[in-house]
């Protein structure tokens, strides 16, 4: 099994940074892809970026492409999302998630549904 814990959420205004931390333990077999979703009353839950650990490039959604990074420790047991240049409409609770992939297509496609652990998720508020 996986667990993992968020945490670093807060309020800020727009412009301001935030940076998440997400705690990763259990069978690292399980968690070889790992990322970011977020999700704002009445939405879907959205990707906003995941990375393949071993290797390879991040994937980050096009809305924060340029403000956000996605970064995992040495130990892959930490993952970061570091948030520049904060917008309203960054606003959601933001959930850190894992799964096992064998190809690192299907990590950086981000679909919420195939990602089989949760965390518990951290409240993001950014005001005008």
């Known amino acids: 099994q996986v667990q993992l814990v968020e945490s670093g959420g807060g309020s800020v205004q727009a412009g301001g940074s935030l940076t998440l931390s997400c705690a990763a333990s259990?069978?690292?077999?399980?968690?070889?892809?790992i990322g970011w979703f977020r999700q704002a009353p009445g939405q879907e839950r959205e990707e906003v970026a995941t990375?393949?650990?071993?290797?390879?490039?991040?994937s980050l959604a096009d809305s924060v492409k340029g403000r956000f990074t996605i970064s995992l420790d040495n130990t892959w047991s930490t993952l970061y999302l570091q948030m520049n240049g904060l917008k309203p409409e960054d606003t959601a609770m933001h959930y850190c998630?894992?799964?096992?992939?064998?190809?690192?297509?299907?990590?950086?496609?981000?679909?919420?549904?195939?990602?089989?652990?949760w965390g518990q998720g951290t409240q993001v508020t950014v005001s005008a």
């Open positions: 998630a894992a799964r096992r992939v064998w190809v690192a297509e299907d990590c950086y496609a981000g679909r919420a549904p195939d990602f089989s652990y």
């Open positions: 259990g069978n690292a077999y399980l968690r070889n892809c």
């Open positions: 990375l393949k650990t071993g290797g390879g490039g991040p």
